[in-house]
């Protein structure tokens, strides 16, 4: 038993994101239902929800820190994200090719 340890590990940190990874897309789902039972609950009294918890419901669904409608600002943010991506691609290459 012992020997399987030393042998694998390194396996501990794959399942160790894999459960931090579950429990967060789980406290996500638990916070959009909460968020959704209180706009329920603002409906059956027949009130209007405050523009801070439509505002907040919107950036849980969007899974944004800021709600924008605007386009422009979005295609900016997703090429920024891609542009990082790739920088990290191209210097992790570099790393491992040098080796």
């Keep these: ?51 801070e918890l439509l505002r907040t419901v919107r950036a849980a669904a969007l899974d944004d820190d800021l709600v924008d409608d605007d386009d422009d600002d979005r295609y900016s943010r997703r090429r920024y994200r891609h542009y990082r991506r790739m920088r990290h691609w191209r210097l992790s290459s570099r790393i491992l090719c040098s080796c």
Excluded: C
């Design 1 to 51: 038993m012992e020997d399987i340890f030393r042998s694998y590990w390194w396996l501990l940190f794959p399942i160790g994101f894999f459960i931090f990874g579950a429990w967060d897309r789980w406290l996500i789902y638990k916070r959009s239902r909460d968020h959704l039972e209180l706009l329920k609950t603002y409906t059956a009294q027949g009130k209007e929800p405050p523009p």
